[in-house]
């Protein structure tokens, strides 16, 4: 199993940046497809983006497309999330996901087998 744990979060003005880091444990992250999640309060948690297993196709919502990027480093074992441009609405916890299957149904969450914690950001108007 791979335990995640995601840092980075806080509070930004809109229009600034956060990056977002998930470190992996017990496994090497090399092994897995990542994603980021997010929910904000009173509603569903919702897909942000994903990454291949190899790190060569990546995908977002269309709500964080061009302002989002998320890449990985297997020297660090980590998945960062660049949040640039932010938005009051992108206010919420943010996920980190891991599964070893890659499928076309990567936006679902249920497909997702491993979580971390979370981590919050808040972006003031």
């Known amino acids: 199993q791979v335990q995640l744990v995601e840092s980075g979060g806080g509070l930004v003005q809109a229009g600034g940046s956060l990056r977002l880091s998930c470190a992996a444990s017990g496994r090497t992250l090399g092994d897995y497809a990542l994603g980021w999640f997010r929910q904000a309060p009173g509603k569903e948690r919702e897909f942000v983006g994903a990454i291949s297993r190899s790190g060569g196709s990546t995908y977002y919502a269309d709500s964080v497309k061009g302002r989002f990027t998320i890449s990985r480093d297997a020297a660090v074992n980590t998945v960062y999330l660049q949040m640039n441009s932010l938005k009051p609405e992108d206010t919420a916890v943010y996920y980190c996901?891991?599964?070893?299957?890659?499928?076309?149904?990567?936006?679902?969450?249920?497909?997702?087998?491993?979580w971390g914690q979370g981590t919050q950001v808040t972006v003031s108007s």
């Open positions: 996901t891991a599964d070893p299957i890659f499928t076309a149904r990567y936006s679902d969450s249920q497909i997702w087998d491993y």
